[in-house]
Structure formats: structure tokens, C-alpha cells
């Protein structure tokens, strides 16, 4: 079964930390490439970082310094520490493969919102 479920996401104040939890069906997870990916209100959805099955990672732009990816291949987890929050940071915040499968599922997401 084709399975996501984001955790972890919440209300902070600018300069805030937060930390995301995904696990993810073994057949989503077990050897691809996992990344996180936010949609704020109004705009597309964007991939904000991504892990490879071996550890090596990639990060936009916007959140290089930032954010750190991580996974345990264990667990089928992949995980978000996300430091140093501003308010564009603001957003649902989704796990899934990276590149995505065309017509592929997606989780309920877990929301983050920075707000003074």
C-alpha cells in the first residue's frame, strides 16, 4: 500500500526551529531518492530538499543553511531539521519521491507556519 504520513510541522516565531517526519511505504521509500516539498497558499508546489537511497543531498536555494534532509533506511523515515524559520518559510510541507511519479500519491502534508 502506497502510503505517506508528515509530522511535526506547527506555529513558530521567526528565527524558530521545527523538525518533519515522514514515513513512507517501503515501496515509495526502499532505494529512490526522498525529498520534501512545500506549497504555500497561492503557489506552486516546490521541492525544497532531497536525499538520495545513499545520504547524498540537494537543497534549494532558499533554504541552503538552513534546512538539513536526513533519512533512516530503517526506519523508511526521512526527516527535515529546519532552523534559522522566516516567514516565507510558511507553507504545507510534503515527503515523497524526487522526481515524483507522474499520478502518484501524496500525504495529508504537515503545516508550518513563522509568524511573529
Known amino acids: 500500500q502506497v502510503q505517506l504520513v508528515e509530522s511535526g510541522g506547527g506555529l513558530v516565531q521567526p528565527g524558530g526551529s521545527l523538525r518533519l517526519s515522514c514515513v513512507a511505504s517501503r515501496i515509495i521509500f526502499s532505494g529512490n531518492t526522498m525529498g520534501w516539498y512545500r506549497q504555500a497558499p497561492g503557489k506552486q508546489r516546490e521541492l525544497v530538499a532531497a536525499v538520495s537511497s545513499g545520504g547524498s543531498t540537494h537543497y534549494a536555494d532558499s533554504v541552503k543553511g538552513r534546512f538539513t534532509i536526513s533519512r533512516d533506511n530503517a526506519k523508511n523515515t526521512v526527516y527535515l531539521q529546519m532552523n534559522s524559520l522566516k516567514p516565507e518559510d510558511t507553507a504545507v510541507y510534503y515527503c515523497?519521491?524526487?522526481?515524483?511519479?507522474?499520478?502518484?500519491?501524496w500525504g495529508q502534508g504537515t503545516q508550518v507556519t513563522v509568524i511573529s
Open positions: 515523497n519521491r524526487a522526481p515524483t511519479v507522474a499520478g502518484g500519491s
